[in-house]
């Protein structure tokens, strides 16, 4: 069973940084997704077991990155130049493997979810 736990969240205005981690247990392909008050939940950010492969969001690329620590079991987001719309609650998300890695429902195992938010 693969335990994911989020932390980090909080208030920051436009332009600020932010930094997420997700304590994470297991040999796992990761991800963070978000979601917005009344919407899906979206993909962010993906990363596979070693760390050498990444993918992103058109909206996220360049103002993200996506990193793990597996001598701490830790992945980490972290989030520069933020903007309002990026205020949402960011979930963890862990796979044993996949091809689709933007899409929420191949991911078995989630955390909680930490709110972040953005003010102008």
């Known amino acids: 069973q693969v335990h994911l736990v989020e932390s980090g969240g909080g208030l920051v205005q436009a332009g600020g940084s932010l930094r997420l981690s997700c304590a994470a247990n297991?040999?796992?392909?990761s991800a963070w997704f978000r979601q917005r008050p009344g919407k899906e939940r979206d993909f962010v950010a993906a990363?596979?077991?070693?760390?050498?492969?990444?993918y992103y969001a058109d909206s996220v690329r360049g103002r993200f990155t996506i990193s793990r620590d597996n001598a701490k079991n830790t992945l980490h987001l972290q989030m520069n130049l933020l903007r309002p719309e990026d205020t949402a609650i960011y979930y963890c998300?862990?796979?044993?493997?996949?091809?689709?890695?933007?899409?929420?429902?191949?991911?078995?195992?989630w955390g909680k979810g930490t709110q972040v938010t953005v003010s102008s």
């Open positions: 998300a862990a796979t044993i493997g996949t091809t689709n890695y933007d899409v929420p429902g191949e991911y078995p195992y």
């Open positions: 990363i596979d077991y070693s760390g050498d492969v990444t």
């Open positions: 297991g040999r796992t392909f």
